[in-house]
């Protein structure tokens, strides 16, 4: 029954993901109306720099990934409960990946912006405009953040100043920036009096707090590796054993799988319990 079922769901599935991959391709976009989740995801794609995908093409995607997954695991064992597992991993897989890569992201896009706020800041001391130090920040700042700058730079000189930043802010999606720019934008406003220090006492904090993240980060990876390598082995053995010897698994049958799947549930418990207690504390947005 499972044999003959199985191969059409996840064909169902994946005509469902190709479908909102279609859908989220073409659906014209909509900021203002676009609900609080799928704002979130946005946000969370612009940082680990995919500003461009959208989150129903995201989702799609994790979707087909897991339905191919489990097709992929369902011909290899034929066991219900490692379908499931396998599916499960291959829809939390991109999820996975781009977190990684939205931390690592983060954490050099800040370094990027304490420096380009100190730099901005020398700018201002010497006699500078604002808009002279942006130009500045585009031509010779932090080369991570050069072509966002410059692209600041363009937008700034075809419209305003205070349009650009937004725009600017929407695209990095990063709370050390919401500030930066919420500086420039009251600086904007009242004539820019106060900015060098605000931008010295911004760049201070920001170094702090930098200082902070790598320390935990270090600790981080630490853990990290270690719940990988504690999770993957019985998995491992798991489906090495079941290909080379076969006949050793006949207990898990039938019946046997509900013990199957209460061993993936502990092992996926144990795993995000260890990374829940190594996470790094997030920043929230501000002034958005």
Request: hydrophobic share 50%; charged share 20%.
């Amino acid at each position: 029954m499972n044999e003959t079922v199985m191969p059409y769901l996840l064909a169902a599935g994946l005509g469902l993901a190709v479908y909102l991959v279609y859908d989220g391709c073409t659906r014209p976009r909509s900021a203002a109306g676009r609900p609080d989740r799928l704002r979130a995801v946005h946000e969370f794609l612009a940082r680990a720099g995919l500003p461009e995908v959208r989150p129903a093409a995201f989702m799609a995607f994790s979707l087909a990934s897991g339905l191919l997954l489990g097709l992929f695991a369902a011909l290899l064992t034929g066991w219900p409960a490692v379908t499931v597992v396998a599916a499960l991993a291959g829809l939390a897989g991109p999820l996975l990946y781009y977190l990684h890569r939205h931390n690592r992201r983060r954490a050099q896009l800040q370094s990027a912006l304490s420096e380009a706020i100190s730099q901005l800041r020398d700018h201002l001391k010497i006699g500078f405009s604002v808009a002279d130090s942006l130009v500045g920040l585009a031509e010779t700042g932090p080369e991570a953040l050069r072509p966002e700058f410059a692209r600041l730079v363009r937008h700034m000189r075809a419209d305003r100043l205070d349009r650009a930043l937004i725009a600017m802010r929407e695209r990095l999606a990063d709370p050390v920036f919401d500030l930066f720019a919420a500086s420039l934008l009251i600086s904007d406003e009242s004539g820019g009096r106060s900015l060098g220090a605000v931008l010295d006492g911004l760049a201070q904090a920001t170094r702090a707090e930098l200082r902070t993240q790598q320390e935990i980060r270090s600790y981080q990876a630490r853990t990290v590796l270690a719940a990988r390598i504690i999770a993957a082995v019985p998995l491992v053995l798991l489906l090495g054993l079941h290909t080379l010897r076969p006949g050793y698994f006949g207990v898990f049958q039938g019946a046997g799988q509900l013990w199957l799947a209460a061993v993936f549930v502990l092992i996926a418990a144990g795993y995000g319990g260890m990374l829940y207690v190594a996470r790094v504390p997030g920043e929230g947005r501000v002034l958005h």
